[in-house]
């Protein structure tokens, strides 16, 4: 059997694992324009100089010569023949496949503003390159503006704190990481990075961008009219799936990215998907269990991704741990039971629920309470039957110890 991987990231690298877990005698292809194998989650880490390249491997230094894998780095994929099952690279290398596993990720997607396309400042926060780029760039940047205020841009505000920069971070939206976070837990967020000197402008966006004569991004011009110095900015304002190959292939993709089954299959039945690709719940996690899906279908084993902490995060900026489990705030609240605990010690918990069953939680501070919410939510247990408040259940409320030390539920 030939398998042939796109992408050398935590989907990619996680269904190549798995594909040989499963077929020792296949031939496995690895193709990806990275050139090493790195942690994206922990670039921040880089900048600071917290890690070097070889402690952003989330693999051992050996893991492509022990799982035999041919690995044409450095290279894209161009073009996908269905009819033929070949993937065409940026070379010109024609390589055939039998089953193919598209995890090819995304890219730093930016906005329509004037100027951003021609600045030569304006860098995006996503790969090793652009990491480089960055700290190059920040030796001498003044005013390092932040576009994007989600975990890509938080991410990139850690790294640079430590270069004592005028920063600031620029937010469409009314707070800081608002799409896991409701209001009360990204304030800590925020008040932390203010004291850190951050300054961050919320519900306001780039209207023009000012350059010199070399292209260069000396000021913004927001649309609140305010003007901004900036000789340095970070673009973090989304991302945007890399299928742009797959035109004329016949795979189906839509305006998120890959379409992709809970078998990671795709439109046609030799040819997966994994990751930040489909455009989908683009976190690591989730991007490593789709590969492990996927490659585990191509394979021949049947497995599904049916899983409802497709929506988890888990974060630590500024030493304030914080986990977001799904619907943490939904859009209608009355339509829900909302129920929220916290202290004066910075610990905050809420807990999203209707007829019985959890929708979404945020806990921040303290999480030792994440392991018995976990298992609530994963053995689908009916809440509304709780005889006491949902916060201060324990394990030895509602899980007993079997003789195999798992964890059962049994109702009072």
Request: hydrophobic share 40%; net charge negative; with cysteine.
């Given at each position: 059997?030939?398998?042939?991987?796109?992408?050398?990231?935590?989907?990619?690298?996680?269904?190549?694992?798995?594909?040989?877990?499963?077929?020792?005698?296949?031939?496995?292809?690895?193709?990806?324009?990275?050139?090493?194998?790195?942690?994206?989650?922990?670039?921040?880490?880089?900048?600071?100089?917290?890690?070097?390249?070889?402690?952003?491997?989330?693999?051992?230094?050996?893991?492509?010569?022990?799982?035999?894998?041919?690995?044409?780095?450095?290279?894209?994929?161009?073009?996908?023949?269905?009819?033929?099952?070949?993937?065409?690279?940026?070379?010109?290398?024609?390589?055939?496949?039998?089953?193919?596993?598209?995890?090819?990720?995304?890219?730093?997607?930016?906005?329509?503003?004037?100027?951003?396309?021609?600045?030569?400042?304006?860098?995006?926060?996503?790969?090793?390159?652009?990491?480089?780029?960055?700290?190059?760039?920040?030796?001498?940047?003044?005013?390092?503006?932040?576009?994007?205020?989600?975990?890509?841009?938080?991410?990139?505000?850690?790294?640079?704190?430590?270069?004592?920069?005028?920063?600031?971070?620029?937010?469409?939206?009314?707070?800081?990481?608002s799409i896991q976070l409701d209001h009360k837990a990204a304030s800590s967020y925020e008040k932390a990075f203010a004291q850190k000197g951050v300054k961050q402008l919320y519900s306001v966006g780039a209207k023009e961008l000012i350059l010199?004569?070399?292209?260069?991004?000396?000021?913004?011009?927001?649309?609140?009219?305010?003007?901004?110095?900036?000789?340095?900015?970070?673009?973090?304002?989304?991302?945007?799936?890399?299928?742009?190959?797959?035109?004329?292939?016949?795979?189906?993709?839509?305006?998120?990215?890959?379409?992709?089954?809970?078998?990671?299959?795709?439109?046609?039945?030799?040819?997966?998907?994994?990751?930040?690709?489909?455009?989908?719940?683009?976190?690591?996690?989730?991007?490593?269990?789709?590969?492990?899906?996927?490659?585990?279908?191509?394979?021949?084993?049947?497995?599904?991704?049916?899983?409802?902490?497709?929506?988890?995060?888990?974060?630590?900026?500024?030493?304030?741990?914080?986990?977001?489990?799904?619907?943490?705030?939904?859009?209608?609240?009355?339509?829900?039971?909302?129920?929220?605990?916290?202290?004066?010690?910075?610990?905050?918990?809420?807990?999203?629920?209707?007829?019985?069953?959890?929708?979404?939680?945020?806990?921040?501070?303290?999480?030792?309470?994440?392991?018995?919410?976990?298992?609530?939510?994963?053995?689908?247990?009916?809440?509304?039957?709780?005889?006491?408040?949902?916060?201060?259940?324990?394990?030895?409320d509602f899980f007993n110890m079997t003789e195999n030390f798992e964890f059962t539920y049994k109702e009072h």
């Open positions: 059997m030939k398998y042939v991987v796109l992408g050398a990231s935590a989907a990619g690298i996680s269904g190549a694992r798995r594909l040989r877990e499963l077929d020792a005698s296949a031939e496995i292809t690895l193709i990806s324009t990275d050139e090493h194998i790195y942690s994206r989650c922990i670039l921040h880490h880089y900048i600071e100089g917290i890690r070097d390249l070889n402690k952003l491997q989330f693999v051992p230094a050996d893991f492509i010569e022990a799982n035999r894998i041919h690995w044409l780095k450095g290279e894209a994929a161009v073009k996908v023949d269905t009819d033929r099952k070949i993937v065409t690279t940026s070379t010109g290398k024609e390589v055939t496949f039998d089953k193919l596993l598209i995890a090819t990720g995304s890219h730093v997607f930016f906005p329509p503003i004037p100027g951003l396309k021609e600045a030569n400042n304006a860098i995006g926060f996503h790969d090793l390159d652009e990491c480089e780029a960055i700290m190059q760039r920040a030796k001498t940047a003044n005013n390092v503006v932040i576009m994007g205020a989600g975990l890509v841009g938080i991410d990139a505000a850690s790294g640079l704190l430590h270069l004592g920069k005028s920063i600031t971070i620029v937010e469409m939206r009314d707070r800081m990481l010199d004569e070399n292209n260069a991004i000396t000021a913004i011009k927001l649309n609140s009219d305010e003007v901004i110095p900036c000789d340095l900015l970070i673009v973090a304002s989304g991302v945007r799936a890399n299928v742009g190959f797959l035109e004329g292939s016949g795979i189906e993709v839509d305006r998120f990215g890959l379409v992709i089954d809970p078998l990671g299959q795709t439109s046609h039945p030799d040819v997966y998907g994994a990751g930040d690709v489909t455009g989908r719940n683009p976190i690591w996690p989730v991007a490593v269990k789709e590969g492990i899906v996927a490659a585990s279908n191509m394979a021949g084993q049947t497995k599904e991704m049916t899983d409802f902490f497709a929506s988890k995060s888990t974060m630590n900026f500024l030493n304030i741990p914080t986990m977001s489990l799904g619907l943490a705030q939904p859009e209608n609240p009355e339509d829900y039971n909302i129920e929220i605990e916290e202290d004066d010690k910075g610990n905050y918990k809420k807990i999203v629920h209707k007829d019985g069953k959890i929708y979404g939680a945020i806990l921040q501070g303290d999480l030792a309470y994440s392991g018995v919410l976990t298992q609530l939510i994963r053995n689908n247990i009916d809440v509304s039957k709780v005889k006491k408040p949902l916060f201060k259940i324990d394990y030895s």
